[in-house]
């Protein structure tokens, strides 16, 4: 049996086995737990037991003024006692455990997430920001009341059991090939292009793992490549509420290995983007965080065919880019170019380019996830 989690509240006591519940895209582990709860002095009121997944996008102490920047995305209640018909599942080992120990007055509860609400994120909050940060979180909550919802009704802190818990994305085990992008640019002042591909091995990459990317230059111009340099972007796209979008440099590494006109060159650079070389970005989207706990940056946000994105709320996903600054006098160039992949087992490929005065760089988007810990 798991560890505990478990909170305890004058007549209400909450236990969870865990409290991080996996998306495995095709389902969601369900929340399975007990409520422990004291039947005396109830004087006609119920005991409930509720999850919510709710979007904040604004400081909790404007909610005192009457201005709500939290909207709930979706809310399940279960009345827990006194008991009704409805079927129950079976009983869990975790349930079982602690139902022995809690006897009479325990009372287990199950909750099946739909397969279509977003993973938990967090906006990371500047250093002079307080109260709890935007973005969207889990709350599993046992209460006293008359009725379930009833905005009318006060019910009392004593009289209430909270607990937040994440709801984090699986990552497979069995992974689609790597992205891969080749671009190449004309100058004026030479008769021959400059060839850039980048690639990687695979389209997904594990917090804390070296991301391996493989370069290759053919540089049949008289320029030379002064510096190479590769830098990884995330994109997150708040949808729920606006159009807001934020793209973040989350890492920038620059290699001073050159490429001397009519020379081709090929090295493979390993780079970590990480959570810790980032803790001053305001705004930044972090994987859900429970208290004080330490957490990574956000997982890439996957995506299936026919989900509505209005109600993920923040779509995060990260690009690498590949620059090569080059000199050769007066006149310098740049190139861009795309490859997209936003499904594991789609690959959308797009191509343009665009005028910069100094650099020439090919882009590469990659999936970042959590380890699958849970086999």
């Known amino acids: 049996c798991c560890s505990n989690v478990n909170i305890s509240i004058s007549k209400l006591a909450l236990y969870l086995g865990k409290r991080d519940f ?35 996008y604004g400081r909790e102490d404007l909610d005192v003024i009457g201005l709500s920047f939290r909207k709930d995305i979706w809310m399940q209640y279960m009345q827990i006692y006194p008991t009704t018909c409805e079927p129950k599942p079976a009983n869990t080992v975790m349930q079982n455990a602690i139902l022995k120990k809690s006897g009479e007055q325990g009372y287990p509860f199950t909750f099946c997430l739909p397969t279509n609400l977003p993973c938990s994120v967090t906006l990371q909050p500047g250093p002079e920001d307080s109260g709890k940060p935007c973005g969207v979180d889990f709350e599993v909550k046992g209460y006293i009341a008359y009725e ?28 689609a090939a790597g992205p891969k992008v080749d671009v190449s640019r004309h100058f004026i002042t030479s008769n021959r292009p400059v060839y850039l591909e980048a690639s990687l091995e695979q389209e997904l990459y594990y917090h804390g793992d070296p991301i391996p990317v493989n370069v290759k230059v053919n540089n049949e111009s008289n320029k030379v490549v002064k510096k190479i340099k590769i830098s990884i972007y995330q994109t997150t796209d708040v949808v729920l509420y606006s159009a807001d979008k934020y793209t973040k440099c989350v890492l920038s590494e620059e290699f001073g290995d050159q490429v001397n006109a009519m020379d081709t060159f090929e090295k493979e650079y390993r780079v970590t983007p990480l959570l810790a070389n980032n803790r001053e970005k305001r705004g930044l989207a972090l994987d859900g965080k429970l208290k004080d706990e330490d957490t990574n940056l956000a997982s890439s946000t996957i995506i299936r065919a026919g989900m509505d994105k209005d109600i993920l709320g923040i779509l995060v996903s990260y690009k690498i880019r590949v ?12 190139l861009t170019s795309r490859l997209i992949h936003l499904h594991f087992s789609e690959h959308l490929q797009e191509a343009h380019y665009q005028y910069d005065e100094q650099e020439c760089h090919t882009t590469a988007s990659v999936h970042i996830q959590h380890r699958n810990r849970y086999k």
């Open 323 to 334: 620059t090569l600054t080059m000199s050769g006098g007066s006149l310098l160039g740049s």
């Open 148 to 175: 379930a919802d009833n905005p009318d009704e006060i019910i009392e802190k004593r009289n209430t059991a909270r607990l937040i818990i994440r709801k984090i994305q699986y990552a497979p085990n069995l992974l």
């Open 22 to 56: 996996v998306d495995h895209v095709e389902s969601v582990e369900a929340i399975d737990g007990v409520l422990k709860v004291d039947p005396a002095d109830l004087n006609g009121r119920k005991v409930w037991v509720s999850v919510t997944c709710a979007f904040r």
